[in-house]
């Protein structure tokens, strides 16, 4: 064990610099544990696919942008169903809970793993823990079956509710084990996987045979690794219906601005996306990317030029977007949510009353401007066509994973490929927009804004395009950091 009592990295090294950053299984801690054949091998639908088991040894690459003569780097293992599973049918005990913030998909993702036990593993005991993870020890359960969840991915929400903060490890684990759990899926954000890397080294402590699975949810696609989150895709979508109100609010009317404000804590990813798809936007403004209002290449002198050039604009902002410049300007209060996470400043009002007061005071030009603050809206959604199938394979990439024995894991898509990702890996950092990568510049040349960076801000980046190293991280990088659409 590591210090923070957090297990050993198990990492397996290959030839050509390969390495294989494994996940734990249930027989590194417990010896000899019985195997079964998997029931699927004699399920119709799926007998006849050609190697539908997942080979022992396949794993799957971090980096997929390499060169020549680089080393092969970190993989993962790759998700799927094994030969062999370490549960029976009618031993499997499992659970589901919901935590954070709401996300579209959280339905289908709970849908999907109750079908997929019961309808691929002849599962028939699944609990739904209710309000998140103070449920395990403060609220009832609910039975989940086929048919109880047969219509729910219709739903915006989670059937299950949730919560932020209450994570109490030894009350939660005692849970688990009173109830007789043996497979806990955990569905949340990078805060919940934190709780859920906790929970299983207490589980581990505890020498139980109890598989305890990630699934990462975040309408920001904010986690690490992955390639993008469940529901930000939905996000995007309806998004537009804000922005295409903004640019008719704005076109009609003289000198009229539309703000829209979209969700995104620390990333800026909503707003990025929604603002390419869109092109109604002049200019996008997210937390990785300062700014500044007053003076040459500030924001006021782009609204006027646009106002010049069009009539009216259209700003979409990040939440998170500019909070140092709110704190600037008003008293600063650091308030946390139950989670610890910040509490965030209104930036689209703060924003909108700035550059009313601005143009009235300074220009002598009354703006129309009109803000829309779709945020709740966006997230209490149902999932879309595209989300509802990512959230499918997502909650079968876990069950199927769970059946092998593996735990303390994360699943989700790495390049396209499902893949079973250590906890502390999704942890360890957050996944941000990079304003020096590709597609960065690639909005700003979609709404040829200014990009506020400093000339030293960018003297700093083109030095990091020069180093070839530099170059192949910082692919690597947009991979990663801008989901699996990259050109
Ligand atoms: N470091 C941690 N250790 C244990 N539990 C944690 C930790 N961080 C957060 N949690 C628990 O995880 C749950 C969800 O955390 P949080 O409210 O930050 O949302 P999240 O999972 O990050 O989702 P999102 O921010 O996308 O809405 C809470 O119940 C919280 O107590
Ligand atoms: O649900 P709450 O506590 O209002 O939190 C809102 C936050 O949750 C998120 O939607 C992430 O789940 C952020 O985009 C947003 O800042
Ligand atoms: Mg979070």
Same mark, same amino acid.
């Given at each position: 064990m590591s210090p923070e009592g957090i297990s050993e990295q198990k990492l397996v090294y290959g030839e050509a610099g390969y390495v294989l950053e494994d996940v734990p299984h249930l027989t590194d801690y417990i010896p000899n544990l019985p195997t079964h054949t998997n029931p699927l091998q004699d399920n119709q639908a799926y007998s006849v696919v050609k190697q539908y088991f997942v080979n022992m040894d396949d794993t799957v690459a971090q980096k997929i942008v390499v060169h020549k003569s680089s080393p092969?780097?970190?993989?993962?293992?790759?998700?799927?169903?094994? #030969?062999?599973? *370490?549960?029976?049918?009618? @031993?499997?005990?499992?659970?589901?809970? !919901?935590?954070?913030?709401?996300? =579209?998909? &959280?339905? !289908?993702?709970?849908?999907?793993?109750?079908?997929?036990?019961?309808?691929?593993?002849?599962?028939?005991?699944?609990?739904?823990?209710?309000?998140?993870?103070?449920?395990?020890?403060?609220?009832?359960?609910? $039975?989940? !079956? +086929?048919k109880s969840v047969n219509d729910i991915h219709k739903r915006g929400g989670t059937i299950l509710g949730t919560s932020r903060g209450g994570h109490d490890t030894s009350k939660i684990v005692d849970s688990i084990q009173d109830r007789g759990i043996n497979q806990v899926y955990i569905i949340g954000g990078d805060g919940t996987q934190k709780g859920a890397s906790v929970i299983f080294e207490e589980i581990k402590r505890r020498g139980l045979k109890v598989s305890v699975v990630g699934i990462p949810k975040t309408i920001d696609n904010d986690i690490a690794v992955i390639d993008k989150s469940f529901g930000f895709d939905t996000a995007v979508e309806e998004a537009q219906r804000a922005i295409n109100a903004a640019h008719v609010e704005s076109e009609s009317v003289e000198y009229g601005i539309g703000v829209v404000k979209l969700m995104g804590r620390y990333s800026g990813f909503i707003a990025m996306y929604a603002t390419l798809a869109s092109r109604?936007?002049? /200019? /996008?403004?997210? +937390? @990785?990317?300062?700014?500044?209002?007053?003076?040459k290449g500030g924001l006021f002198e782009f609204i006027e030029k646009r106002l010049k050039e069009n009539g009216h604009m259209v700003l979409v902002v990040a939440e998170g977007a500019g909070q140092e410049l709110i704190a600037e300007s008003m008293r600063f209060m650091d308030h946390e949510d139950a989670s610890?996470?910040?509490?965030?400043?209104?930036?689209? &009002?703060?924003?909108?009353?700035?550059?009313?007061?601005?143009?009235?005071?300074?220009?002598?030009? $009354?703006?129309?401007?009109?803000?829309?603050?779709?945020? *709740?809206?966006?997230?209490?959604?149902?999932?879309?066509?595209?989300?509802?199938?990512?959230?499918? &394979?997502?909650a079968q990439s876990a069950l199927h994973g769970a059946m092998a024995g593996y735990t303390g894991f994360t699943v989700g898509p790495v390049n396209g490929r499902h893949s079973y990702i250590p906890f502390y890996?999704?942890? @360890? $950092?957050?996944?941000?927009?990079?304003?020096?990568?590709?597609?960065?510049?690639?909005?700003?040349?979609? $709404?040829? #804004? =200014?990009?506020?960076?400093? #000339?030293?801000?960018?003297?700093?980046?083109?030095?990091?395009?020069?180093?070839p190293t530099q170059l192949l991280d910082g692919e690597e990088d947009s991979c990663n950091h801008n989901g699996v659409v990259l050109l």
């Open positions: 092969r780097g970190t993989h993962f293992r790759r998700a799927g169903p094994r #030969q062999r599973v *370490y549960f029976e049918s009618d @031993e499997v005990h499992a659970c589901v809970v !919901t935590c954070g913030g709401l996300c =579209p998909g &959280l339905n !289908t993702v709970i849908r999907e793993l109750v079908c997929g036990l019961a309808y691929m593993y002849g599962v028939s005991k699944i609990l739904g823990i209710e309000g998140g993870y103070r449920g395990f020890y403060a609220r009832n359960t609910i $039975t989940l !079956t +086929p109604d936007v002049d /200019c /996008c403004l997210i +937390p @990785e990317s300062p700014f500044y209002l007053e003076g610890g996470n910040k509490l965030l400043l209104d930036v689209g &009002l703060w924003l909108s009353q700035k550059i009313k007061n601005h143009f009235s005071t300074k220009k002598n030009i $009354t703006l129309n401007l009109k803000y829309i603050d779709p945020t *709740y809206m966006i997230r209490a959604i149902p999932s879309n066509a595209s989300d509802n199938v990512y959230c499918t &394979l997502l890996r999704v942890t @360890e $950092t957050q996944n941000q927009v990079v304003i020096t990568d590709r597609m960065w510049a690639r909005l700003l040349s979609s $709404t040829n #804004q =200014p990009s506020f960076l400093s #000339q030293k801000m960018v003297e700093d980046a083109r030095k990091e395009e020069e180093s």
